[in-house]
């Protein structure tokens, strides 16, 4: 039983700190992997504030994962040792269910989440089913590509999955570490693109990431049927209305960011335009291997800030003020 370490906290909302945590070894079909780098996702916030009476072990997040197989089970291919992967929010789901069956496990009921009821990324190793440590393609660099596993692969399953085509327009609200991959991926998918940001001192990067134009939040009443497709990563309450008025005839609100209150939509725009809401949760390992691929192709590149494992309370505390350009990632040893 391998012995780690790891940045957690046991009570919610503290600082983290760094904890010799034992691990049961790979499971026959899992891989364990050596921490390289791991961004820092704003769902990360959520796992670290979350109220609890003190765990017995530490909770430990971390999702945006760049590792190397250091171990695996009987059941994986010798091969693998050494092979450097990536690894998202998913560690696994049952494998025989229809979901899975059919290439859709996020959808899976047995979902094992790699920061859930085990210890995460900030660590030196963590452990994983081999279908959800991805092989990373020649052509990414280790150190920017953990956003890629769940911010990058939460924005390519709308433009992937809905089959938007190159002719749409699409509108990103929301330029953070989802936001800033969302343009670009839109981009090189060929579609008209428009940044949607609180922030007017973005608005040079935002062109720079391959928006076409920039659009002020707070102005966005001012545009009507303009879009076929909205990719929100805000997790606020928004001006809902003029969110629904900005789509195209036939368009769709694709919702990301995880809002802690309802959303209150009127049903008559929606029947009316012929408008969908959709929303979803990261994204399957075979559209991970998909955008690995895809970005390596096109150049696409999480923009980062690298500081070291034990500067993760630093991350932490800007990430909640919005003071990063465009995600943080940490690098190992834990
Ligand atoms: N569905 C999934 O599978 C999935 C996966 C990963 C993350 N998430 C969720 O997606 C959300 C975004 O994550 P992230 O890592 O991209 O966070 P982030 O880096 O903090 O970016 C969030 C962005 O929201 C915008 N924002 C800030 N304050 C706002 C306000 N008052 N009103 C409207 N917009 C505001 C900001 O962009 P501007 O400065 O441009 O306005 C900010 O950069 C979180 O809720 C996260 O939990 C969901
Ligand atoms: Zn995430
Ligand atoms: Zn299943």
Redesign the pocket.
């Known amino acids: 039983m391998p012995t780690i370490h790891a940045w957690g906290n046991r009570e919610g909302g503290a600082p983290l700190s760094r904890h010799a945590v034992t691990l049961t070894d790979p499971g026959p079909d899992e891989v364990l992997l050596e921490v390289l780098y791991c961004g820092l996702?704003?769902?990360d916030l959520?796992h670290i504030d979350e109220q609890r009476s003190a765990a017995a072990e530490p909770v430990v997040a971390g999702h945006e994962v760049v590792g190397r197989v250091v171990a695996a089970g009987s059941e994986v291919d010798p091969q693998r040792l050494g092979q450097l992967c990536g690894l998202g929010?998913i560690a696994g789901s049952c494998r025989h269910c229809r979901h899975c069956l059919s290439g859709r496990q996020t959808l899976c009921a047995d979902l094992e989440s790699t920061i859930l009821g085990r210890p995460g990324g900030f660590a030196s190793h963590v452990k994983a089913h081999q279908d959800w440590a991805i092989p990373l393609p020649d052509g990414l660099d280790p150190a920017a590509a953990g956003p890629l596993l769940?911010?990058g692969v939460?924005v390519f399953e709308p433009l992937f999955s809905a089959g938007i085509s190159p002719t749409a327009h699409v509108a990103v609200i929301?330029?953070?570490?989802?936001?800033h991959l969302a343009l670009q991926l839109a981009r090189a998918w060929g579609c008209q693109v428009t940044g949607i940001?609180?922030?007017s001192s973005?608005t040079a990067e935002i062109l720079s990431l391959g928006a076409h134009r920039v659009q002020l939040?707070g102005e966005l009443n001012q545009q009507q049927g303009a879009y076929d497709l909205i990719i929100n990563?805000?997790?606020?309450a928004?001006d809902w209305d003029a969110v629904v008025a900005s789509l195209a005839p036939g368009g769709s609100l694709h919702q990301?960011?995880?809002c802690a209150t309802p959303i209150p939509l009127r049903v008559f725009p929606f029947v009316k335009g012929n408008l969908s809401f959709r929303a979803?949760?990261?994204s399957t390992p075979a559209n991970t291997a998909r955008l690995l691929e895809f970005c390596a192709r096109h150049g696409i590149q999480p923009l980062v800030e690298v500081l070291p494992m034990d500067q993760i309370n630093t991350a932490i505390a800007r990430?909640r003020r919005?003071d990063v350009r465009?995600r943080f990632v940490l690098q190992g040893p834990a």
């Open positions: 996702c704003h769902s959520g929010f769940c911010a939460t929301g330029v953070g570490g989802l936001g940001t609180t922030s973005k939040l990563t805000s997790n606020h928004l990301l960011g995880l979803s949760l990261t990430l919005g465009y």
